[in-house]
């Protein structure tokens, strides 16, 4: 006996390919902006050797702006990127699964394609929630996996580039002669994407665009929440060092003319007020106002070169962030502070009590709290 498979038939609009282009360009646009915004992060964060010491400090809101745009267009991702696949899905069962070597390749590419770009999306909506339900490390992974996406999405674009092209515009329906209740359908569609895409955006995108706070539904972070009106990703607590004793605290600053402050010590040098964003990785971020003593001041007086480059450390035992380092850009910016103070109040334990690095353009996971400790790296 001789088994027949026959594959589903899939008739109506809604899989061919005007739509699957119409919705691929939104998700081509989120995915172009996520991947440069990505590559951004990625070196303020981890900058190879040669940018170490030459990633600008300004614009002062340069990092909250481009992380809160790869979160919101990540978001927005997620319908754009389930509209595409059910549009596309009936291709699956596709008969003869395979035709030929280049037919092969070519599913084999879309594979990675769809399997890279759930990922994406869906490990970076995980790691704003804190939720890590795999064995690996978030970062490395996510970077690592977002070449890949590049590299098939560029793949992908140059295979389907005619059908692309013959479907970019939409055709008069005189050429087509399609049932008018296909159209419809198709609007309707893309219609319900777009109400979607609108939906999920006014309902976080507040995490980090302050004016729009108040339609939070969805955002894992309120912009509210938190000591002194401020988030706080890792607790004093959490972090193991709890309400540090005033007269056990001392500021060292290692240098060339190495030196100690004690907390009176440090609160009567100038300070100096600044209005400054913590902007997390995450995608909250808000902006608040510190005061406290500029690192530049400290580093002079302990000898630094100008363009020496620095290593901050917490008081914390351990900790991803623990240490962070920063460049003579950073350090030498007048806006950069071993902040005191926070929204004209002393630093909730919190926030970093009794000093916390505060400097510009940077991401938040380097703003140093419970700081110990400045290094003049030669
Ligand atoms: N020592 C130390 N500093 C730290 C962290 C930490 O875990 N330890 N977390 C960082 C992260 S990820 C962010 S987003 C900010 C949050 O700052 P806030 O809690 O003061 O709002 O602090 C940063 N500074
Ligand atoms: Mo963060």
Not at 163 to 192: K, V
Not at 301 to 314: F, I, K, M
Request: with cysteine.
């Amino acid at each position: 006996m001789k088994l027949r498979v026959s594959p589903p038939v899939f008739g109506g609009r809604l899989h061919d390919a005007r739509t699957a282009t119409s919705i691929g360009r939104w998700l081509g646009v989120c995915f172009l902006v996520c991947f440069a915004t990505g590559l951004v992060s990625h070196v303020m964060q981890h900058p190879p050797d040669l940018l170490a010491n030459r990633l600008p400090s300004r614009p002062v809101r340069g990092y909250r702006l481009t992380q809160g745009l790869h979160v919101a267009f990540g978001i927005g991702a997620i319908p754009l990127l389930l509209a595409k696949l059910w549009t596309v899905y009936p291709r699956l069962f596709e008969w003869p699964a395979v035709r030929s070597v280049r037919h092969a390749l070519e599913r084999l590419s879309v594979a990675v394609l769809v399997a890279g770009a759930v990922f994406e999306p869906v490990s970076g909506l995980l790691n704003t929630v804190q939720w890590y339900p795999w064995p690996f490390s978030f970062v490395p992974v996510h970077y690592a996996v977002a070449w890949l996406v590049a590299g098939a999405l560029v793949l992908h674009l140059a295979v389907k580039a005619p059908e692309i092209g013959a479907h970019w515009h939409r055709r008069s329906p005189g050429t087509l002669a399609l049932p008018a209740r296909d159209g419809t359908d198709r609007r309707s569609l893309l219609a319900a994407v777009g109400a979607a895409v609108g939906a999920v955006t006014l309902t976080t995108v507040g995490q980090s665009f302050t004016p729009l706070k108040d339609l939070i539904l969805f955002a894992p972070r309120d912009p509210d929440h938190g000591p002194q009106s401020l988030p706080v990703n890792r607790t004093a607590e959490a972090a193991g060092v709890g309400r540090i004793a005033d007269e056990e605290y001392r500021l060292v600053v290692d240098g060339p003319r190495p030196y100690a402050l004690t907390l009176d010590e440090l609160r009567g040098l100038p300070q100096h007020d600044v209005e400054l964003p913590i902007a997390c990785v995450e995608g909250w971020s808000r902006s608040a106002h510190w005061t406290g003593v500029r690192i530049m001041d400290l580093l002079q007086r302990a000898g630094a070169p100008p363009h020496a480059r620095v290593r901050v450390v917490a008081l914390e035992q351990r900790g991803g962030y623990r240490v962070s380092e920063m460049g003579h850009t950073h350090a030498h910016d007048p806006l950069t502070l071993l902040a005191l103070r926070l929204n004209g109040e002393e630093l909730d334990p919190d926030h970093g009590y009794p000093a916390r690095l505060i400097a510009p353009n940077r991401p938040g996971a380097l703003q140093t709290k419970w700081v110990g400790r400045l290094e003049v790296l030669s």
